[in-house]
C-alpha cells in the first residue's frame, strides 16, 4: 500500500511539473474525470466466441491546448473496465463457460479538435491511438498488451469560465495480429488471439471539466 501511495505522489508531481509551464504560457489545459458504461465486444473463433461482459468504466482525460484559433488540443486519456470473460462454444445449444475476471485499461494519446456552437457550448471530435491492457484475474493467464485506436466525439458545456460537464460517445478498437485460436476441455482451457482480428468496443460517459488557464 506505501509503494502504491508513492507511486500516485510521483505521477501527482509529474503532472503538475508537466501542467506549470503550459498554463505560464496561457495555453489552457482541461481535467476531464468521466464515469461511463462500455458494451465491451467479443471475439470469435472457430472453436467459439470469447464475450467481454458489458460493464461501467471510468477515467480521467487530460486535453492540452495546442491552437486555440483552430481548436486544437493535444489529448492523454486512461480508461478502464471491470469485467468478466465467457466463452461460447459453436453450436446452438452449447453451454456459456465463465472464464475468469478481468479488468481493460486504455493508456491513450492523440488529438482533439473543439467546435465553439456558443458562448458556454462546444462539440467536439477526438481521435487517439496507443496501448490497451488486457489483464486476467487468474494466476493461469498473463496480462495482454495490444496496439488500439479510438474514435469519438460529443458535446462541452462549460457553467463557469473554468468548470463544465463533457457528454462523449467513443468507439474503441484493439488489434490482434498474431495467429491462434481457443479451446476448452477437461484439460482446462486456453486461448491466443486469431489473425487480424479487431475487437469493438463502445462506451457512452459523462465527465467534469476543470478547466486551468486563460
Known amino acids: 500500500m506505501k509503494q502504491l501511495n508513492e507511486k500516485k505522489t510521483i505521477i501527482f508531481l ?14 489552457r489545459v482541461e481535467v476531464s474525470p468521466y464515469a461511463g458504461y462500455m458494451f465491451a465486444g467479443k471475439l470469435n473463433f472457430v472453436e467459439g466466441s470469447m464475450n467481454i461482459k458489458n460493464n461501467p468504466n471510468y477515467g480521467v482525460i487530460f486535453n492540452f491546448e495546442l491552437d486555440r484559433r483552430n ?27 465463465n472464464l475468469f475476471d478481468m479488468f481493460l485499461e486504455y493508456y491513450q494519446l492523440g488529438a482533439l479538435y473543439n467546435y465553439p456552437i456558443s458562448r458556454k457550448a462546444s462539440t467536439f471530435a477526438v481521435f487517439t491511438g496507443g496501448v490497451a491492457r488486457f489483464a486476467p484475474v487468474s494466476a493461469i493467464y498473463g496480462d495482454d ?13 462549460f457553467v463557469t ?16 495480429f ?19 482480428t479487431a475487437l469493438l468496443q463502445t462506451d457512452i460517459s459523462v465527465g467534469l471539466i476543470f478547466r486551468f488557464g486563460k
Open 71 to 97: 481548436g486544437l488540443f493535444l489529448e492523454l486519456s486512461y480508461d478502464r473496465l471491470d469485467t468478466k470473460a465467457t466463452f461460447k462454444p459453436t453450436g446452438e445449444f452449447q453451454p456459456e463457460y
Open 14 to 27: 509529474s503532472f503538475l511539473l508537466i501542467l506549470s509551464p503550459i498554463v505560464s504560457m496561457g495555453q
Open 178 to 196: 498474431n495467429g491462434g485460436s481457443f479451446y476448452v476441455g477437461s484439460g482446462g482451457t486456453g486461448f491466443f488471439m486469431t489473425s487480424g
Open 161 to 176: 469560465q473554468n468548470f463544465g460537464f463533457r457528454l462523449e460517445g467513443r468507439l474503441k478498437v484493439p488489434f490482434f
Open 145 to 157: 498488451y495490444r496496439f488500439a485506436v479510438t474514435f469519438g466525439g460529443g458535446v462541452k458545456y
